[in-house]
């Protein structure tokens, strides 16, 4: 091995040494949610459950564990956990009470504290603070529903008093 | 029977054919609903994934209105009744985060008691009315129609938390054979429909639509009767999603299974609620007439 | 005053062996064995590990031994009710559950069976084969009486009037004895899990997916299909197999959260015989941990691997689905190590479940006020200085109801060998 191959090869495995976080399987089991990720024994029967994992090579329940045990964050929590469906046949399935599909929820929230959320859950999250609600009825349905004698949709302001006091609309970067 | 009506957020601002047919059935079968004051959302999947302890605080919230009402919750929407569900058993079981939780109500002006029970409609139809007086209750019995029902995950899964209910997949089979249709079994029965993943992951989120689609298709059924408004979007538009975007044509009429309900009671569908729905159902209501 | 005779409660091997070994010390010995014969679950396979010696072969010169030995009385179809007293000195109440068969008289030709008009599904066979109401549950069954199931039985008397030796009595009653016995040994075994539970298995709903119990009958020369791997849906021989672990066990969910200790080695074992009886089969064996731990069992499983093309695959598949019609059978898994999420379409699954505790061992250790754990296992007095004794002085265990040790059947020879040498020392002391 020539010296600047060797120099290459140290400079690689700083880049990798730097990517892994030993603290970060700690980390997720004392989130909410997270605690059943000390439980896995990567028996694997969670990812021959997981419909999305017959799909794609992108997405693996299994492989998220082992990631997150690993300390590899950035695979964690940004490329692998906005993929599960939360259709909970993993929870169904697994022996061990791992859980993956309920680690998940605790990986996104992680994500969230630094706001690293897809649009599309942002955009949710920011009209439920809003308005109290996901989704709102279009002027012409209010208007079908009043002429129904149905009940009108009102927006719930108290969301946005309770999303303050957890801090949730900062993750929002709202006020 | 008397509950608190649970709507959520997307059947009353997009599927009032959903909350129409509700409105009329249930009363018919002997269920009161109580109509719930300045609910809010519940909490799904996408929310619960942000803040774990807002999300507590935000299906509680809405608990509490059903505690002051004294009446148990039956819910629409199989996303609404588990995240309601599995807050109820959370704040009841958890002292600790009952606290916490009722420190962040308490700006709300709400307390969270734990006095009341959260139901899908599925439990109160199968549970409170039973389906011996739904079938005495059908007056235009479905004529063998070879149904393909699509339960939804959050109905059955994870099975423990459903234990008490004991409740699976067989649930609107059972419900479809009482109104006299012909419940298909189709491949992929039990998978997810892949709503969830809608805005996150489109491509993803149709490959799975897609494939439940074609299982049906080759199953030959005369319609797919779902249960949860998630379920439904995935079926119907995503019919036309997949239509131009995957070139590829099912023709598969999609109906609420409160709306096969209310066809096999002898209510009519009205123009409205017909056309809600993307893909025509009309005739699937004329082969009933 | 010590009574210088023993009580065995199971006539497995592991209560086969402290009954000889208590009987060749001179001590009079009684072997209450619930079902109407002794062998228990070693006549019930076909081959042991790692050496492939025929199971029965080896175990029945020991129960011709027991039936032939004159300190070994045998009280086959008997329960253990009530048991009194202290070491030295217990007194013993056996009900003889009525054959209807006169034990002296029965001569175990077998016309009775061939004229009984009622079929059932064999325990022997773990469901896998016939019997009749009047029976034997095995060829090789021990003594050789046959018994009628009254639970079952038309009492149409076919088999009374067929019986040249006028053996069958339908009237039968149960009859009580009393034992004084100085020390007791239990020896009761384990049963095997039926994995209902794991729905997504489609056990009891596909019936190609069998447990490793009912495969050691299909694979037994003197089993229901003679040997030969027929499976259950159409008779044909599996051309591709799959071996499931830990269905059942390492499971805090649906089953047992212990590791059986022996379902690795016995799949192993298991595979290689498929290979034998098809050498062109495709086997897999589908594991978490490979655990065979031991002499000779790591070697056995490269064998497995290298000489008999047993593939391994370090996965636990999440699903089993049927094909309606052909009844085959896909697995989807993930292969662990390369990282893929794979089907395989099989012919034949089995299942290797846990094995757990007979279902009445804790009545039975509540009659002898002994202890159980949660699952029903026997606690040693200490585990690790005195792993065969229980609380109660003069009582001890041996065999699979200790639970999960080494599992295997050297393990309960060596453990009845050690219940019966503690017995004696209570039995024989003072005897110069």
């Known amino acids: 091995m020539t010296s600047a191959e060797s120099d290459l090869e140290f400079i690689m495995s700083q880049i990798h040494a730097r990517r892994r976080d030993p603290d970060f399987m700690q980390e997720v089991a004392n989130t909410p949610r997270g605690e059943g990720l000390l439980s896995c024994i990567q028996c694997g029967r969670c990812a021959g459950s997981c419909p999305v994992g017959r799909l794609t090579l992108k997405y693996n329940p299994r492989r998220l564990i082992e990631m997150v045990n690993l300390g590899y964050k950035w695979e964690a929590l940004f490329e692998l956990s906005w993929l599960c469906l939360s259709c909970f046949t993993c929870i169904d399935r697994c022996p061990q009470g791992a859980d993956v599909g309920e680690v998940v929820f605790a990986l996104r929230s992680i994500a969230a504290k630094d706001g690293n959320v897809p649009k599309g859950a942002l955009t949710m999250a920011k009209n439920l603070v809003e308005t109290g609600h996901i989704v709102n009825p279009t002027a012409s349905v209010s208007k079908q529903r009043a002429s129904l004698g149905l009940p009108v949709q009102e927006p719930v302001p108290e969301v946005a008093k309770m999303a303050k006091k957890t801090g949730f609309s900062k993750i929002l970067g709202l006020k | ?289 | 005053m010590v009574e210088k005779s023993a009580l065995v409660i199971g006539g497995g091997v592991a209560g086969i062996q402290a009954s000889l070994d208590l009987a060749n010390r001179g001590l009079k010995t009684y072997l209450v064995e619930k079902s109407p014969s002794i062998g228990g679950r070693m006549a019930q396979l076909d081959k042991t590990f790692p050496t492939m010696d025929c199971s029965i072969c080896i175990l029945a010169p020991k129960m011709i031994e027991c039936f032939r030995h004159p300190n070994i009385e045998l009280l086959t179809y008997s329960e253990v009710r009530e048991v009194h007293g202290s070491a030295g000195d217990f007194t013993v109440k056996v009900v003889k559950k009525p054959r209807y068969v006169q034990a002296d008289k029965c001569v175990g030709c077998g016309t009775c069976a061939d004229h009984c008009p009622v079929e059932l599904p064999n325990e022997f066979d773990s469901g896998m084969g016939i019997r009749k109401a009047i029976y034997l549950p095995f060829a090789q069954a021990v003594p050789r009486i046959y018994t009628v199931d009254k639970d079952h039985c038309l009492d149409c008397g076919l088999c009374q009037s067929v019986c040249n030796a006028k053996a069958v009595d339908l009237e039968q009653q149960p009859v009580e004895v009393e034992l004084h016995v100085g020390g007791i040994v239990v020896a009761t075994g384990f049963d095997t899990y039926e994995p209902f539970r794991i729905t997504s298995y489609g056990y009891g709903k596909y019936k190609n997916v069998i447990t490793a119990m009912q495969l050691e009958r299909l694979l037994s020369a003197s089993g229901p299909t003679g040997g030969r791997i027929m499976r259950p849906s159409d008779g044909r021989i599996p051309r591709i197999v799959a071996f499931l672990q830990c269905v059942g066990s390492r499971d805090q969910r649906f089953g047992y959260p212990y590791c059986s200790s022996i379902c690795c080695k016995y799949a192993v074992k298991d595979a290689v015989l498929m290979k034998e009886h098809r050498a062109d089969s495709q086997v897999y064996i589908f594991y978490i941990d490979l655990r065979v731990f031991g002499k000779g069992f790591q070697e056995f499983a490269n064998r497995a691997k290298k000489e008999f093309g047993v593939k391994f695959i370090r996965s636990s598949p999440g699903e089993i689905r049927e094909d309606p019609e052909t009844k085959d059978l896909t697995l989807w898994y993930e292969d662990t190590l390369t990282r893929t999420v794979n089907s395989l379409k099989a012919d034949l699954v089995v299942l290797c479940t846990a094995l757990m505790p007979r279902s009445d061992s804790v009545e039975l250790a509540k009659i002898l006020g002994i202890e159980t754990d949660r699952y029903g296992f026997l606690v040693p007095s200490n585990s690790l200085a005195e792993p065969v004794d229980t609380q109660v002085p003069g009582i001890v265990g041996c065999g699979y109801c200790l639970g999960p040790r080494t599992g295997d059947i050297p393990d309960s020879v060596m453990q009845a060998g050690a219940a019966a040498a503690r017995l004696s020392e209570i039995l024989m002391a003072g005897s110069g």
């Open chain 2, 1 to 289: 029977m008397k509950y608190a009506l649970y709507l959520g957020c997307l059947i009353p601002a997009r599927e009032l054919s959903y909350e129409l047919a509700t409105r009329k059935t249930m009363p018919a079968l002997g269920v009161e609903l109580m109509d719930m004051d300045g609910t809010s959302c519940c909490g799904p999947f996408a929310i619960q994934s942000l803040d774990y302890t807002g999300w507590l605080a935000l299906a509680a919230r809405n608990l509490c209105i059903a505690e002051k009402m004294g009446l148990d919750i039956m819910a629409l929407c199989n996303d609404c009744y588990e995240s309601l569900m599995m807050v109820n058993e959370t704040l009841k079981r958890d002292k600790q985060t009952r606290d916490n939780v009722n420190e962040i109500l308490s700006v709300a002006s709400k307390k969270f008691k734990g006095t009341v029970n959260v139901k899908h409609t599925m439990d109160v139809l199968c549970e409170d009315v039973g389906l011996d007086k739904i079938r005495s209750k059908v007056t235009k019995p479905l004529n063998g129609l070879k149904v393909a029902t699509q339960v939804g995950c959050h109905l059955v899964r994870p099975k423990m938390l459903h234990a008490g209910v004991g409740r699976g997949f067989e649930v609107l089979d059972d419900l479809v054979r009482t109104l006299g249709a012909e419940p298909v079994d189709y491949d992929d029965k039990e998978i997810c429909c892949g709503g969830p993943l809608r805005d996150i992951d489109d491509h993803l989120s149709r490959t799975l639509s897609n494939r439940k689609l074609s299982a049906l298709k080759r199953a030959n059924v005369d319609c797919v009767v779902t249960a949860c408004p998630f379920c439904y979007v995935q079926f119907d538009l995503g019919q036309l999603e997949i239509k131009s975007l995957l070139k590829e044509e099912y023709d598969i009429p999609v109906l609420h299974f409160v709306e096969l309900l209310s066809l096999a009671m002898g209510f009519k569908l009205e123009g409205p609620q017909l056309r809600e729905h993307r893909v025509p159902i009309d005739r699937i209501v004329r082969k009933l007439e």
